[in-house]
């Protein structure tokens, strides 16, 4: 794998948005459709990963034959992706000075990234290379990085923005529990339930709101944990845009779908660059990157929440 990445900055917010835990370990593959950045909790119960496309890179190249030319060779490989991240806020420095270069494997089997720039000072140029390896994780034996959570059967699903999405969550911290979402026809409600505290719903008005999508199949009731939610809604502020209330249209949208057994699964629609717009020449622009999370439900208790005061978005 070969690839020139023009958007160092927001290439790296974009793998910030996967980090679920401080100790992520990301699994990536790569082919000649693109590479895929994919990690999930030690519980198993959230995946988390973000698709890049070759169209989004400067160039991107990949030969899955390797150095010795065998085809057996996958092009796969799992990296911590702390250390990336913590390499590429390095490289984010100096964005714009020139295009970082990402590469697996070199001949220790590392992923390299470097970056050269130049500027003129006069009677001749200054040269400067940034250069970094990250030496591949090994996969531990017990861990079948096969059996990946997967999304089918949707049965209901809205879009909203970013920013809307993410204003829910953070005010669904306060009770301290579990998050629950009610969908049924024409009605959309987040809620949590503190012990001592109280119970905080907050009802999505499903006409004429900040939704541009809603579809309720059947009626569904499920639960899930705040901090995976947390996780899930954690975007970069560059990738916001406007205010929630805002009408840019450069604002970032986020898909919400709930299968008929309870998995939730979050897209965040994310710009490489946010100098280019959802309005711009063949729709989505090509330097779009979904990020995407998969949540585990929590088996329902057979227990009712109390009714409470309702805050209306």
Same mark, same amino acid.
């Given at each position: ?17 996967? *980090?679920?835990?401080?100790?992520? +370990? ?29 169209? %989004? ?29 913590? %390499? ?5 420095? +100096? ?27 006069? $009677? ?22 096969? $059996? ?76 899930? *944990?705040? +901090? ?22 450069? %604002? ?62």
């Amino acid at each position: 794998m070969d690839a020139r990445i023009s958007h160092v900055r927001t290439f790296r917010e974009c793998l910030l948005a996967i *980090k679920i835990d401080k100790h992520s +370990r990301a699994r990536v593959r790569a082919d000649e459709r693109g590479v895929t950045f994919a990690t999930r909790d030690g519980s198993k119960t959230c995946a988390a990963s973000v698709n890049f496309r070759a169209e %989004v890179f400067a160039s991107y190249a990949c030969d899955d034959r390797g150095f010795g030319g065998r085809h057996d060779e996958t092009c796969a490989f799992e990296v911590n992706l702390t250390s990336l991240i913590d %390499v590429l806020g390095a490289f984010a420095a +100096r964005d714009g000075d020139g295009d970082a270069r990402l590469r697996w494997p070199n001949r220790e089997g590392a992923v390299s990234l470097e970056l050269s720039s130049a500027r003129a000072t006069g $009677e001749r140029d200054f040269k400067q290379c940034i250069y970094s390896e990250i030496a591949p994780e090994a996969s531990n034996d017990g861990d079948e990085r096969g $059996e990946e959570l997967s999304f089918r059967d949707e049965a209901n699903a809205f879009m909203l923005p970013t920013a809307t999405l993410k204003e829910i969550v953070d005010d669904l911290e306060w009770p301290a529990s579990d998050v629950q979402i009610d969908v049924d026809v024409g009605a959309l409600r987040f809620s949590g339930y503190g012990a001592g505290i109280g119970d905080l719903k907050i009802d999505v008005d499903t006409e004429g709101g900040r939704l541009t999508e809603f579809t309720c199949r059947q009626a569904s009731t499920s639960r899930y *944990k705040y +901090r995976f939610l947390k996780s899930a809604t954690t975007v970069g502020a560059s990738f916001l845009g406007a205010s929630a209330g805002g009408s840019d249209e450069n %604002v970032t949208m986020t898909r919400v779908a709930i299968s008929n057994t309870g998995f939730l699964k979050i897209v965040h629609l994310l710009h490489l660059s946010r100098s280019v717009s959802f309005g711009s020449t063949g729709g989505l622009n090509e330097l779009m990157v979904p990020v995407t999370f998969i949540l585990c439900p929590i088996l329902s208790d057979g227990e009712m929440m109390d009714d409470g005061e309702s805050e209306e978005v």
